[in-house]
């Protein structure tokens, strides 16, 4: 899950009469298997013995995101069960499976899904709700490790579809939840936002300590008082400009998917060395010792480098060490 994340729900939409249950996708281009220069997936929704809807789709040469989705318009029902399943047609592979059920709703109240869009400078939340009368809405939003930060409420009744814009400055990597309170009822749903943000603080912060131990000096400029996007350009440009750019951050988030930190806006160790160096020629890895602490040793015969990564308190997070602690290891 690189870029923006996979995204695959199922999302209910209320009308006085009926409800649109529908599988949604949003997902990288990467994440299908090209055969011919063409992604092929199928995508399905079944609601009991209701409604049962599969499409098969296919792209030819993908770029970005594919997006997609399949829907059953249900009448005079109010309590389902709904499944969705979405594959990967020239693989085989079943990408992901999503499970629900019927929101639960009040007699005089009836509140969707909370939906989200990726817009170009921020997450578009919107939210339809058919009130008898009138009532509150309230929504929220939270960072990974922050908390929750909530918007002024806002009054309604009738049919309304409401629509909320968070900034892009705002988000930071990681997962981010939102949230919608309506008397009571509360719908959820969260994106794992993969992309570093540079106008929030903490994750440039992050961002440039990657730059630091990848670039050196030469990331002096991006430490300069003034515009931080101008000095981001302008670091870029001297670095090889877009094609650079691009493929130090797609081998950042490669390097953070397969290894993951336990801690807090953090790189882990393995992390930093992949996205400096690529993936190694060869892991020697020591996971399980009747003595000692778990341990890596990452070659990189080309460049005549080695690194040594040691699991200290057994929780998978692997900290680089001088290349001596193999001695004590053995």
Same mark, same amino acid.
């Given at each position: 899950?690189?870029?923006?994340?996979? #995204?695959?729900?199922?999302?209910?939409?209320?009308?006085?009469?009926?409800?649109?249950?529908?599988?949604?996708?949003?997902?990288?281009?990467?994440?299908?298997?090209?055969?011919?220069?063409?992604?092929?997936?199928?995508?399905?929704?079944?609601?009991?013995?209701?409604?049962?809807?599969?499409?098969?789709?296919?792209?030819?040469?993908?770029?970005?995101?594919?997006?997609?989705? =399949?829907?059953?318009?249900?009448?005079?029902?109010?309590?389902?069960?709904?499944?969705?399943? #979405?594959?990967?047609?020239?693989?085989?592979?079943?990408?992901?499976?999503?499970?629900?059920?019927?929101?639960?709703?009040?007699?005089?109240?009836?509140?969707?899904?909370?939906?989200?869009?990726? =817009?170009?400078?921020?997450?578009?939340?919107?939210?339809?709700?058919?009130?008898?009368?009138?009532?509150? =809405?309230?929504?929220?939003?939270?960072?990974?490790?922050?908390? &929750?930060?909530?918007?002024?409420?806002?009054?309604?009744?009738?049919?309304?579809?409401?629509?909320?814009? #968070?900034?892009?400055?705002?988000?930071?990597?990681?997962?981010?939840?939102?949230?919608?309170?309506?008397?009571?009822?509360?719908?959820?749903?969260?994106?794992?936002?993969?992309?570093?943000?540079?106008?929030?603080?903490?994750?440039?912060?992050?961002?440039?300590?990657?730059?630091?131990?990848?670039?050196?000096?030469?990331?002096?400029?991006?430490?300069?008082?003034?515009?931080?996007?101008?000095?981001?350009?302008?670091? &870029?440009?001297?670095?090889?400009?877009?094609?650079?750019?691009?493929?130090?951050?797609?081998?950042?988030?490669?390097?953070?998917?397969?290894?993951?930190?336990?801690?807090?806006?953090?790189?882990?160790?393995?992390?930093?060395? @992949?996205?400096?160096?690529?993936?190694?020629?060869?892991?020697?890895?020591?996971?399980?010792?009747?003595?000692?602490?778990?341990?890596?040793? &990452?070659? @990189?015969?080309?460049?005549?480098?080695?690194?040594?990564? =040691?699991?200290?308190?057994?929780?998978?997070?692997?900290?680089?060490?001088?290349?001596?602690?193999?001695?004590?290891?053995?």
């Amino acid at each position: 899950m690189l870029g923006r994340g996979f #995204i695959f729900t199922i999302v209910q939409i209320y009308y006085p009469e009926s409800v649109l249950v529908y599988s949604k996708l949003y997902a990288p281009a990467r994440l299908f298997v090209l055969k011919n220069d063409t992604a092929r997936w199928k995508i399905s929704i079944q609601v009991d013995n209701l409604c049962s809807k599969v499409e098969y789709r296919e792209i030819f040469r993908p770029e970005g995101y594919i997006k997609d989705s =399949v829907l059953c318009a249900l009448r005079g029902v109010k309590n389902f069960n709904a499944y969705a399943e #979405i594959v990967d047609h020239n693989s085989g592979k079943v990408l992901k499976t999503v499970k629900g059920k019927n929101l639960e709703n009040k007699r005089d109240i009836l509140v969707s899904s909370l939906i989200y869009e990726y =817009v170009e400078d921020g997450v578009k939340l919107m939210l339809k709700v058919i009130s008898q009368r009138e009532v509150s =809405v309230r929504f929220g939003f939270k960072n990974q490790w922050e908390r &929750w930060k909530y918007f002024d409420p806002i009054k309604l009744q009738g049919d309304t579809l409401i629509e909320v814009f #968070i900034p892009k400055r705002a988000l930071s990597f990681g997962e981010i939840r939102f949230s919608a309170d309506v008397d009571g009822l509360r719908r959820e749903t969260e994106i794992l936002f993969n992309e570093f943000n540079i106008e929030n603080d903490k994750d440039f912060r992050v961002l440039l300590s990657v730059l630091d131990f990848v670039y050196g000096k030469k990331t002096d400029i991006l430490k300069k008082k003034g515009d931080r996007k101008e000095n981001w350009e302008r670091f &870029w440009e001297e670095m090889g400009g877009e094609k650079a750019k691009e493929a130090f951050l797609e081998r950042l988030y490669t390097a953070m998917y397969l290894y993951p930190s336990n801690l807090r806006n953090k790189i882990s160790d393995r992390a930093l060395v @992949y996205t400096k160096f690529g993936p190694p020629d060869e892991i020697l890895n020591q996971p399980f010792r009747f003595e000692g602490k778990p341990y890596e040793v &990452w070659y @990189y015969y080309r460049l005549g480098l080695r690194f040594v990564f =040691v699991d200290f308190d057994g929780t998978g997070d692997y900290r680089m060490v001088p290349e001596s602690y193999l001695d004590i290891m053995r």
